[in-house]
Nanobody
Framework: QVQLVESGGGLVQSGRSLRLSCTASGSDLNFDVMSWYRQGPGEQRSFVASITRGGQTTYANAVKGRFSISRDNAGNPMFLQMNSLKPEDSAVYYC??????????WGQGTQVTVSS
């Protein structure tokens, strides 16, 4: 079993930055892709960014140029550097890991609130 734990969320003013971390533990830590998703109040969970084992990154249009995803050389932990935050970035941010065995795992989420 795998556990993902997110950290680094909080309350910040518009224009400031936050760095989220996602740390995995357990077995099956051979991840092919790791991703960040977010879910705002009354909204569905949506994709934010992903990074492959080889370091290829993909971003949602809403965060492109402001957010940066990265992984430690060992692949764990994973980070999301969020710059120039906007109130519309307020959401619960979730970490997701897709293993090479075809399983996917989710963390419990960390709250990010951006005040105007």
């Amino acid at each position: 079993q795998v556990q993902l734990v997110e950290s680094g969320g909080g309350l910040v003013q518009s224009g400031r930055s936050l760095r989220l971390s996602c740390t995995a533990s357990g077995s099956d830590l051979n991840f092919d892709v790791m991703s960040w998703y977010r879910q705002g109040p009354g909204e569905q969970r949506s994709f934010v960014a992903s990074i492959t084992r080889g370091g290829q990154t993909t971003y949602a249009n809403a965060v492109k140029g402001r957010f940066s995803i990265s992984r430690d050389n060992a692949g764990n932990p994973m980070f999301l550097q969020m710059n120039s935050l906007k109130p519309e970035d307020s959401a619960v941010y979730y970490c997701r890991a897709d293993s090479v065995l075809g399983r996917n795992y989710w963390g419990q989420g960390t709250q990010v609130t951006v005040s105007s």
